[in-house]
């Protein structure tokens, strides 16, 4: 009963169609000199692709995010596929994809 009136609650609080963000349940792991983190995205019973990517620059931690259209039943299969994503990203842009001095934007 208290599930049910959470959610005719959340239906009214403003949360944006349903979605929530998802707290990755693992720690970042390492590619190169970059950190990976998957943060997958709830949606309904499904969870989209999405992490970042974190870089320390010159004293300065850089952050690339991503979101894909992907969409998983599972959040551990969601993890595994938002760090293989994460190394494509890092492996096909090289040092370009922090080049920008950027602190932040997605990718």
């Known amino acids: 009963m208290a599930s ?5 609650f959340s239906a009214f609080s ?13 720690e970042p792991q390492l590619h190169g000199d970059c950190r990976i983190f998957a943060e997958p995205i ?18 300065r ?9 992907d969409l998983f039943s599972g959040q ?3 993890l595994e596929f938002t760090f293989r994503k994460a190394r494509q990203i890092i492996d096909q842009n090289g040092p370009s994809l922090f080049a920008d001095g950027e602190a932040s934007r997605t990718v």
């Open 4 to 8: 049910f009136l959470s959610k005719i």
């Open 14 to 26: 403003g949360s944006s169609a349903g979605k929530e963000r998802q707290a990755a349940a693992c």
């Open 42 to 59: 709830r949606e309904g019973s499904q969870f989209r692709l999405a992490g970042r990517i974190e870089k320390d620059v010159d004293g």
């Open 61 to 69: 931690v850089l952050t690339r995010s991503f979101i894909r259209a």
């Open 76 to 78: 551990d299969e969601a």
